[in-house]
């Protein structure tokens, strides 16, 4: 009797305890993730990308899925894409575009993924991402060039695809905050990712889900800012600041004699050489 009781306690506590830890928001363990908030992307940016990408050596996919022309037909979008990244002095870049998932799960479809070191998703509305490859062999790819320590970036759309939940993936506006599309394609666990956020006034708008999701983490990111996620932590880079809505408060100067809201209408800005913990939802202190 007292073996069963002393069962039921520690039970009890075990499930306590997952309950206080809750879902773990992380990156992905070898590879890197640049998730950038849109606008004009800033050249440090680029660059971040093509030095995680291998250089001269990279070799690039591009998917411009979230945008709304046909890039498999229109040869003025494609080729205005190469000769951007081409700017950047990449010269090895394949194009890779379908709102098909039986397209996105062939074999000669995915090809140029099995020995790409990077990934750029271009913006436009991120639902057409997930209507093309959420749950594909293409998106098995990506997670695979992770897994080889690639890297994989996105603006705007393309940013907030990365996370697990899909922030404004609604078909019939981007004003709908949890729509008829909520999943992303997960590089980034138990997150909701935002974008354009103080260019456009959204710093309110993720409320709308975390309100709902309480589990998440929160990233609003403003145009011309970005997070270089690395496992369990990121950094900002940019001219602007990132939001983190982790129902708590940090500012450099204290906060002991601020008037807050309540920890649920909580957030704060980092800037750039900023660093965050994912895991622990916790401002990386400088030393």
């Known amino acids: 009797m007292k073996t069963r009781h002393f069962l039921i306690i520690l039970l009890a506590l075990s499930i306590q305890t997952s309950a206080q830890e809750g879902p773990i928001t992380t990156g992905h363990p070898t590879g890197s993730l640049i998730v950038i908030g849109g606008g004009r992307v800033d050249q440090e940016i680029m660059q971040e990308f093509i030095e995680l990408a291998g250089g001269e050596e990279a070799r690039i996919v591009v998917i411009p899925t979230a945008g709304e022309g046909d890039f498999n037909q229109d040869k003025t979008l494609r080729k205005g894409l190469e000769e951007y990244f081409r700017g950047y002095g990449i010269e090895e870049i394949s194009i890779l575009h379908t709102r098909d998932t039986a397209r996105a799960?062939?074999?000669?479809?995915?090809?140029?993924?099995?020995?790409?070191?990077?990934?750029?998703?271009?913006?436009?509305?991120?639902?057409?991402?997930?209507?093309?490859?959420?749950?594909?062999?293409?998106?098995?790819?990506l997670f695979k060039l992770l897994d080889r320590g690639g890297v994989i970036a996105g603006s705007s759309a393309g940013a907030t695809i990365q996370g697990s939940y899909l922030a404004r993936g609604d078909t019939r506006n981007n004003q709908i905050m949890m729509g008829d599309h909520q999943e992303g394609l997960g590089f980034i666990s138990a997150v909701a990712i935002d974008q354009h956020v103080l260019a456009r006034n959204r710093q309110f708008d993720l409320f709308t889900i975390l309100k709902e999701r309480p589990d998440l983490l929160g990233i609003g990111i403003d145009e011309s800012t970005a997070i270089v996620v690395k496992g369990d932590w990121c950094k900002v880079i940019g001219s602007s600041y990132v939001l983190f809505y982790d129902r708590s408060?940090?500012?450099?100067?204290?906060?002991?004699?601020?008037?807050?809201?309540?920890?649920?209408?909580?957030?704060?800005?980092?800037?750039?050489?900023?660093?965050?913990?994912?895991?622990?939802?916790e401002v990386i202190k400088k030393q």
Do not use: C
Not at 107 to 132: C, H, N
Not at 261 to 276: N, V, W
């Open 249 to 281: 408060f940090w500012s450099r100067e204290g906060s002991s004699l601020k008037n807050l809201p309540p920890p649920a209408s909580q957030f704060y800005m980092l800037k750039a050489g900023d660093r965050y913990n994912l895991r622990l939802r």
């Open 105 to 141: 799960n062939e074999r000669s479809f995915v090809k140029p993924l099995e020995t790409a070191t990077g990934v750029y998703f271009m913006g436009g509305r991120q639902w057409r991402i997930a209507d093309g490859f959420l749950n594909t062999r293409a998106h098995e790819e």
